[in-house]
C-alpha cells in the first residue's frame, strides 16, 4: 500500500456495531459501493468529492458527509493534495434506538437529509466519539455519551424530515427480492431466480431494482456478500472460509472486490484489527 493512501479501520470495544476510519488518501479512488451502517463522516484536509443520491457532491475541511444505509456512492481526492477524513460506522440498531430517545418518533428506516453538512455541533460530537473509540482506556459510558449526543442532534437538525412516500416507497415485492438475495449469498444466483420473487420478467426486474436500489441486482448481490466478508473477518473467521462461504471464486476474486471499498486487501483489514 503506497504511503500517501492509508486506512486504519477501528472497532469500538464498549458499542459493538460502530466502527471508525482514519483514512489519508492521494491517488485512491473508491469504487460504487453501499454500506449497511449510516456512515458519517469529517473531512479534515483535502476535498473528498463523491457521486451520491442523484448529485456530484465537494465535501471541504470542516464538512460532514452523510451517507445513509444502502446509500450507494464512490469516492475520490478533488485535487493534488491528500485527502484526510474520519468515517464513523453506526448499524441502524446501534443508532435508531439513540434516535427514539432523542426524540425522532419514527427511527425505523430514519434517513437523514442531507448528504453534505456543516454543523459545528454534530462535527464536533462525531470527532470526539473517534477519539474516544482510539482510547482504549476510556470507559464504556463516556462513548455511550457521545453516541447518543450525536443522535440528538441529528434529532434537532432532521426530526420534522419526512421524505415523500411516493418517491420513497419501498415496493413490497423488490424487498422480497431483497430479502431472497441477503439469504442466498453463499450460492450462485441467477437474475431469473431473484426476479421471480418479484414476480416480474427479469428484465423488467432488472430495470425497477436499479432505479431502487441505485445499483444491478449483480453490483446488490457483490456488494452484499464484500459486507458479510467485512463482518466475518472481522468475527476472527478464516480467510479461505470468507472466500468459499460467500461464493467467490478465489482470494484472488474477493482482493479484487474487497479493496476498492475499504482500501485494502481482506487479509490487511483482519491483520489490522487483531492489532487493537
Do not use: W
Not at 485527502?83 to 464513523?88: D, E, I, P, T
Not at 423488490?174 to 421471480?196: F, P, T, V
Not at 432505479?211 to 466478508?229: E, S
Amino acid at each position: 500500500m503506497k504511503q500517501d493512501n492509508q486506512f486504519q479501520y477501528r472497532k469500538s470495544r464498549h458499542l459493538e456495531q460502530v466502527t471508525l476510519l482514519n483514512a489519508r488518501m492521494r491517488d485512491f479512488s473508491y469504487h460504487k459501493h453501499a454500506h449497511e451502517e449510516y456512515s458519517l463522516g469529517v473531512t479534515l484536509a483535502g476535498r473528498q468529492d463523491f457521486f451520491s443520491n442523484g448529485a456530484f457532491h465537494r465535501s471541504q475541511p470542516g464538512n460532514i458527509i452523510v451517507f445513509n444505509p444502502e446509500a450507494v456512492h464512490d469516492g475520490h481526492p478533488g485535487t493534488d493534495d491528500s485527502l484526510c477524513y474520519r468515517m464513523v460506522y453506526i448499524h441502524p440498531e446501534q443508532l435508531e434506538p439513540a434516535l427514539a430517545a432523542a426524540g425522532v418518533r419514527h427511527p425505523q428506516g430514519f434517513r437523514i437529509a442531507q448528504t453534505l453538512l456543516d454543523d459545528d455541533v454534530l462535527r464536533h460530537n462525531l470527532l470526539a466519539l473517534s477519539a474516544l473509540i482510539e482510547m482504549d482506556s476510556v470507559e464504556p459510558l463516556a462513548q455511550e455519551s457521545a453516541l447518543y449526543a450525536i443522535a440528538a442532534r441529528i434529532a434537532q437538525l432532521h426530526r420534522d424530515y419526512t421524505p415523500s412516500h411516493t418517491r420513497n416507497r419501498v415496493d413490497r415485492l423488490l424487498l422480497r427480492a431483497r430479502e431472497y438475495i441477503l439469504a442466498h449469498l453463499h450460492e450462485e444466483l441467477s437474475l431469473e431466480q431473484i426476479s421471480q420473487q418479484a414476480a416480474l420478467s427479469k428484465y423488467h426486474f432488472l430495470r425497477l431494482f436499479r432505479q431502487q436500489f441505485g445499483m444491478t441486482p449483480h453490483q446488490y448481490v457483490l456488494n452484499c456478500r464484500i459486507n458479510r466478508a467485512r463482518e466475518a473477518l472481522e468475527a476472527g473467521e478464516q480467510l479461505d472460509d470468507v472466500v468459499h462461504g460467500l461464493g467467490f471464486a478465489d482470494l484472488s476474486h474477493l482482493n479484487r472486490r474487497f479493496k476498492p471499498v475499504f482500501g485494502m486487501t481482506p487479509r490487511q483489514y483482519q491483520q489490522l484489527l487483531l492489532q487493537h
